[in-house]
């Protein structure tokens, strides 16, 4: 295959212009894992979603700005910033022109609020954008994270944090150095089924928790040069894509790291297709006391399942990963929670952790932790070998 030039901004600029940027296939509530360690059409309402307090904390509402306009952030991340509280869809960055007038008529979005990829450092001076969402190829998130934190601004980047575990730290990094904050966006740790998953593992509600399946994935239809079946630009397939959420959904169930990995490739039945990536995978994790956490990924196969199971009950989702839908119950009866907007929840929390200078509950540490323990699924997958974490 030939090799991509990330360095070009003009390869970008064409790259992003050309293909979907579909990441993410990560009541009020807290994140358990996270003890151990946000405009309106109409003008008048725009300028009220500015300077109105949210309903739960204090100070005007603080602007966003989204680095990539492709389906996430069209499906998903721009809609949800139309109920979030602390915050508002206040900027858009695009290598894509033809992008622009749309999302300013849909969004009342100002031509001064509205940057390219050459121009994206310009930001800096921008009094109106407080926060940039970045949501592009994986590949390309550290370069954006440390331009925007250049600039000032604090930054949301979306998950995986990266491809390699110095671009995430190069990326904390920067963060630290120009005293903004940085999260990832795991929108789970806001969603209330699996924060009563964190609740039940963690403070063993059934008992310790003696074992733990996840599985995620869907049946990827995408034309094959894709930038998520690249290597280079997505650093791996169906794992680095949804798999992540089941390594998430072991971690917050327990609270803790694993210690050890082994995986295995699964067999590709369409090898024009994953040229590059892997079709499927299957990993275990083992943790201190010998518990192992079973999980599998693929783009050939729908699933999103986390299950778990305690010495005196078992709770499970199903599905677990999705925007919406998600059900759960347990060995006591159905989880009943109202269905959130997960996106929103979790820009209102970072604009809250921004306005009161609190940390985030997803920072980019656990990014980085979390492509730590990617890498070394790979890394066991291709050894056939135990992996140590």
């Not at 010998?290 to 599998?296: K, S």
């Not at 959130?340 to 979790?346: D, E, I, K, L």
């Amino acid at each position: 295959m030939k090799k991509f030039n990330l360095s070009s901004a003009a390869n970008r600029r064409e790259f992003l212009k050309n293909l979907s940027l579909a990441l993410g296939f990560t009541a009020a509530g807290i994140s358990l894992l996270s003890l151990n360690s946000c405009n309106s059409n109409k003008s008048s309402e725009k300028e009220q979603n500015r300077n109105a307090a949210g309903k739960n904390t204090g100070g005007k509402k603080l602007g966003i700005a989204l680095l990539g306009l492709g389906k996430y952030s069209e499906g998903q991340l721009a809609p949800a910033l139309q109920e979030t509280e602390n915050c508002y869809l206040a900027g858009i960055v695009t290598g894509s022109p033809d992008k622009v007038d749309k999302w300013k008529r849909q969004y009342d979005i100002p031509d001064k609020n509205v940057y390219s990829y050459e121009n994206f450092d310009q930001i800096k001076d921008n009094p109106d954008i407080d926060i940039v969402y970045v949501v592009t190829p994986n590949a390309l998130h550290r370069e954006y994270v440390v331009r925007a934190a250049r600039a000032k601004k604090h930054v949301i980047c979306e998950k995986p944090m990266a491809t390699t575990v110095e671009d995430c730290q190069t990326m904390i990094d920067a963060c630290k150095q120009n005293n903004v904050q940085l999260s990832v966006g795991y929108r789970l740790h806001f969603e209330p089924h699996n924060q009563r998953v964190m609740e039940l593992g963690q403070k063993e509600v059934f008992g310790p928790v003696k074992t733990i399946k996840a599985t995620n994935g869907f049946k990827i239809n995408v034309k094959p040069d894709d930038w998520r079946l690249n290597q280079q630009l997505a650093g791996g397939g169906p794992l680095m894509d949804v798999g992540i959420y089941c390594v998430q959904g072991v971690l917050y169930t327990l609270g803790r790291a694993p210690i050890a990995i082994t995986a295995k490739y699964g067999d590709k039945t369409r090898p024009d297709y994953f040229k590059t990536v892997e079709q499927s995978i299957s990993w275990q994790m083992q943790f201190e006391g010998g518990l192992i956490a079973d999980c599998t990924s693929s783009y050939n196969a729908e699933a999103g399942l986390l299950y778990g199971e305690a010495q005196d009950g078992w709770w499970r989702l199903d599905p677990a990963y999705s925007y919406s839908g998600i059900k759960g119950e347990t060995s006591r009866g159905k989880m009943e929670f109202e269905e959130v907007n997960q996106q929103a929840r979790q820009m209102d929390d970072f604009a809250n952790c921004v306005r009161n200078n609190k940390p985030t509950s997803v920072p980019g540490e656990m990014g980085l932790r979390d492509v730590r323990i990617l890498l070394a699924i790979y890394e066991a997958a291709r050894t056939n070998k135990k992996v140590g974490v």
